[in-house]
């Protein structure tokens, strides 16, 4: 997967990376040198070390304390080849050692604090947080995720303290070009966000919005419109949606068409545990799902046909005085013994076939790259 360097080096060009869920914790979590407390309260599991014994039954023993930069595994030296202006994540653990179990949710994912240089080490300038995961230990366990990232510089977006806080977006400012990123963030209850944890003016929790609406998104562009400067790149990261197949629902499309029509530059969608489809629409960028980037499902049965074990980096390649996209590149991953191993080019190949012909109603073609790479390019 060698590359040559981004066109990010270039003042009018900037380079986003962008990806799904990031779950460092449960069996992620038991293989970093500071395990935390096993204990699951799961239908099926009553211990974080089973997702460890699942993923070794599958793909040989993990000789852990692993170090901190195993579970992203091939991915950082390829982020630190390619010269990112900025990194993305959706952050969907709570990082906490609250043993406060979220009632009514069958799972629950936290990773102790001290694991916390696991997700520093790719040096992500926002942790998306407006996910359905983020709150699994109550209020304790959340404010606990907030002080730990806020102590270790980590830029937030999609929940908070109170609303206003869960509202903000998160700014990286860029040098390079005078510039910033602004990302807002939210979720949807048809993500499984339980609709109680909502962030409200006193009680902390997520923005959290009821339904897709012409309303929401102009409310949305309103306020990204009034903080706006120029050159200024506009991206709304939402959590969405189910988690396997295909599918877009109508609402997710008219929505973010709304946001891109209203100012937005990049529609960052994710929640779904594997890519769905991609479109660049007036010529902007909308990921309608990312898929999972680092889990602990190795070894889980009943979804082969979606190949959740191959996962995606976005690198997208905008104009950076009209977010206007130049190009995109989905660099593919396999997971392999909890860590992302370069995929086969057997295994690029697939994903190339199943997200160009899932992308093609929405008028995008995916390409595949003597590299193994995939592309889009704006139209």
């Known amino acids: 997967m060698a590359m040559a360097r981004s066109q990010s ?3 009018d060009v900037l380079t986003v990376f962008l990806c799904g869920d990031v779950m460092l914790g449960r069996g992620i979590d038991q293989v970093l040198p500071h395990p935390g407390a096993p204990a699951l309260r799961e239908h ?13 039954a599958v793909n040989g023993a ?11 595994g091939d991915a950082l030296p390829m982020l630190e080849s390619v010269g990112c202006d900025v990194r993305i994540v959706n952050l969907e653990t709570s990082i906490t050692t609250s043993d406060d179990f979220a009632p009514r949710k069958g799972v629950h994912y936290r ?25 699994d230990f109550g209020h304790r366990g959340f404010l606990e995720t907030l002080d730990v990232l806020s102590a270790a510089g980590l830029r937030t977006a999609g929940a908070g303290r109170f609303l206003g806080q869960a509202q903000a977006p998160g700014i990286v400012a860029l040098p390079r070009t005078g510039g910033r990123v602004i990302v807002y963030a939210f979720g949807t209850p048809s993500s499984g ?26 409310q949305l562009t309103d306020r ?16 969405w949606g189910s988690n396997w197949g295909y599918d877009v629902e109508p609402d997710q499309v008219r929505f973010a068409h709304r946001l891109i029509e209203g100012g937005f530059d990049i529609v960052h969608g994710h929640s779904s545990h594997h890519p769905r489809p991609v479109e660049v629409y007036r010529g902007k960028l909308i990921l309608y799902g990312c898929g999972d980037l680092i889990d602990d499902y190795e070894g889980i049965r009943g979804y082969e046909q979606y190949r959740d074990d191959l996962r995606l980096v ?16 989905l660099m593919p991953f396999q997971a392999r013994q909890l860590r992302l191993h ?38």
């Open 342 to 379: 370069r995929a086969p080019t057997k295994d690029a190949e697939w994903l190339q076939t199943v997200l160009d012909k899932v992308s093609r109603p929405f008028g995008t073609r995916i390409a595949l790259d003597p590299d193994s790479v995939l592309t889009v390019r704006s139209q």
């Open 44 to 56: 099926h599991m009553r211990d974080a070390r089973d997702y460890v014994g699942l993923a070794e």
């Open 9 to 11: 080096a270039t003042s």
């Open 314 to 329: 976005y690198l997208a390649d905008v104009e950076a005085t009209s977010g206007q996209l130049l190009r995109l590149r």
């Open 111 to 135: 990773m102790h604090p001290t694991n916390l240089p696991a997700l520093e080490i790719a040096r992500p300038d926002v942790c998306v947080l407006a996910n359905n995961h983020v709150l």
């Open 193 to 218: 966000i339980p609709v109680d944890w909502v962030a409200t003016g006193s009680d902390p929790g997520i923005c959290l919005l009821p339904k897709l609406s012409a309303a929401e998104a102009d």
């Open 62 to 72: 993990i000789d852990h304390p692993v170090d901190w930069s195993w579970p992203w």
């Open 224 to 239: 990204a419109r009034r903080l706006r400067q120029p050159g200024d790149l506009l991206i709304a990261s939402v959590h």
